[in-house]
């Protein structure tokens, strides 16, 4: 079974940004079936809101963009999220990865941000920053 993480709008964002790194790779491996993207509505919006802002910063255009979204939750395991969650991070747009990796029961959630999502932890859930989740993938 493949591993399920939840990923950060930052890694996606990093890994669109550049070719090179390790977002770029943690993507690349995703679209090659080596780990398994969890996604809630709140996520997806979460990536469109970012990477429409971004748009002309990543080189695309509006209709690649929801292409680039509409693969994501076709080849994602999609999680309702209920209503009965209270927040444990101060900033409220991370929330929805957090909220996701517990209800979902993730195994990772991978960000460049783990300082701020480090409550994820009381969920059993392993932070890894890009470079670390890629040295657990198969090869």
Excluded at 20 to 40: D, Q, Y
Excluded at 80 to 99: C, I, S
Excluded at 107 to 133: M, Q, T
Aim: aromatic share 6%.
């Amino acid at each position: 079974m493949s591993l399920r993480a939840v990923m950060d709008t930052n890694v996606l964002y990093a890994g669109l940004r550049s070719r090179r790194g390790a977002s770029a790779a943690v993507l690349e491996a995703l679209w090659l079936g080596k780990w398994r993207l969890l996604l809630s509505n709140t996520v997806v919006a979460e990536y469109e809101e970012v990477l429409k802002r971004e748009a002309a910063t990543l080189n695309l255009d509006l209709a690649e963009i929801d292409r680039l979204l509409n693969a994501l939750c076709t080849l994602a395991e999609r999680h309702q999220l209920g209503a009965d969650w209270t927040p444990v991070l101060t900033d409220p747009d991370d929330e929805a990865f957090v909220h996701l990796a517990a209800a979902a029961q993730a195994d990772y959630l991978v960000s460049h941000n783990v300082r701020h999502l480090e409550p994820v932890h009381r969920w059993g859930v392993k932070l890894l920053e890009p470079r670390a989740f890629l040295a657990i993938l198969p090869a």
